[in-house]
């Protein structure tokens, strides 16, 4: 078969392929274009990619040692799914959190609760408790699955918020209800009936935003699935693109590797969600090292690599010392923040069979968005790529919301049937997002003739450390809570290796010092770590200010790296 351009390959799939067959769908008054004929919703996802895991035969999750095949996989949620609604009563209109490391076990109990209708809370691990308590109050959830780290962090708060924690693996021994006789003890391993509709509310995943605390972004199933099945077709797409050779052997069979914390949404869905239609293997890291991660690589023949950039240059680094090519990898990603433009280029020489890609996608489009992989993205490494077809919609607009002309500063803005519903129990910051299904996403950016879209600034003060969203208000509100602070500043600091770390300067009270080190004693407990600045300055004086009395973030960070490139010299 001879190769097709982009645009023809979207377009033969779409005239001949049924399953991504595309219509209108009105989805809360708004009329988006949408997959016609995809599963409705999450739960359906597992029963939808039974016969591409050879009738659930086939090898699925590998952790540490410990194999599930696709069938133990779903047998082991249909009995969780049941053991929820019998012992707890959980069905729809509630939520059930998730607050745990990267175990097999958060994979089951996202598609269990999603079963009974519930909503999934994803509560990020690295949280302090205080950090914990927010999003649980905010989400209402009562039932809580934990690993031992995190049930220790909840003890605390179980008696005010009525919790009930079921410990997983080493949070077993300190709960009164356990995960393993949970799911031991259900009536049935058939699949649960539950009438859920498409535009019910499948998960609520807390991201880092321009307020102190983080929002709930709430996904529908519909949301979620069109992400996953837009992903699905790319590879569809991909296939006509680059055709295999004549006589070439048959493709290794797709396998991820599971780098990045399943809280977020570059995780679970273009990894997990798509893994169960895409007929792929997965594989958990407990812990990320990047020597690790090749032998991984290498012994389980993985092909999909996707975590934040700074995994990427570590796994480059560690596979040059190792001596390792990785041939089985077809795809390297970047996600959660910009990879260095200059690193595109040494990551396809060192993994020559790997098409080296990126991609821009937030919480609230469901981790869709924008990307580019292979010799689009060596020709323009400091580009975001193109909008994912076909059923994405995207503008660039000013601050008065009219479209900007090519190649000049405008927001990104996107309608697809993949974004959130809404910000949980924000209406205000909701209404300022989504308007007539719009999403305004805070990103500036310009765009040129052929579809390339260049991301150059963030109209949001967040911090992007490593792939976290990390939210300036947030950084300076632990640190006004600090006795000796009048007031605080936090900003970026550029990372070699992590893109961004936290920088702070405070004014202090007359007579008062603190050291950096002090200073992360004092937040210890009240931050979570990643946050706590690791540039840290002290006046006395009052913060600059700019013309309309807010305080000058700019200046304050320029002395900041002033004050590093003279410490480098």
Known sequence: MAAMTPEEAVAHVLSTNP????????????????FKNIPPTVPALLAAGMARHDDGAANYLLYEGERWTYGAFAEEVHRLSHAL?????????????????????????????????????????????EELEYALRD??????????PRAERLESLKSELGLTVIGVRDGEEMSEHRYGALRDGASSAAPLDTAIDTDDDFSV????????????????????????????????????????????????????LVVTPLFHVTATHPLFLLSLVAGSHVTLMRKWDAEEAVRLIRTEKITRFLGVPTQSADLMLAARKMGEKLETMDYVGAGGAKRPGAQVAQLAETFPNAGIATGWGMTETNALGIGMIGDDYLARPESAGKLHPPVQELKLLDDAGNEVALGELGEITVKSPANMRCYLNQPEATAETLQDGWLKTGDLAVIDADGYVTILDRKKNIIIRGGENIACLDVEGALHRLPEVIEACAFSVPDERLGETVGATVQLVEGATMTQAE?????????????IPQHFMTQHDPLPRGTTDKIDRRSLRAVCLDNLDKEEA
């Open 85 to 129: 609604k019998e012992t707890f009563g959980i069905g729809k209109q509630d939520r059930v959190a998730i607050a745990m490391r990267n175990y097999p076990e958060l994979l089951t109990c996202v598609l269990a609760i999603a079963a009974t209708g519930a909503t999934v809370v994803f509560l990020n691990a690295w949280w302090t408790a």
């Open 139 to 148: 989400s209402d959830a009562k039932l809580v699955f934990a690993d031992g």
């Open 205 to 256: 995943i807390y991201s880092s935003g321009t307020t102190g605390h983080p929002k709930g972004v709430v996904q529908t199933h519909r949301s979620s699935v069109n992400a996953v099945f837009t992903w699905l077709m790319q590879s569809v797409v991909g296939q006509l693109v680059t055709p295999p050779e004549e006589g070439a052997p048959e493709p290794v069979r797709p396998s991820a």
């Open 519 to 531: 200073m992360a004693a004092a937040l210890d407990g009240h931050l979570a770590k990643y946050k």
């Open 19 to 34: 399953t991504f067959a595309v219509g209108p769908a009105e989805i809360r008054g708004v009329t988006f274009k949408a």
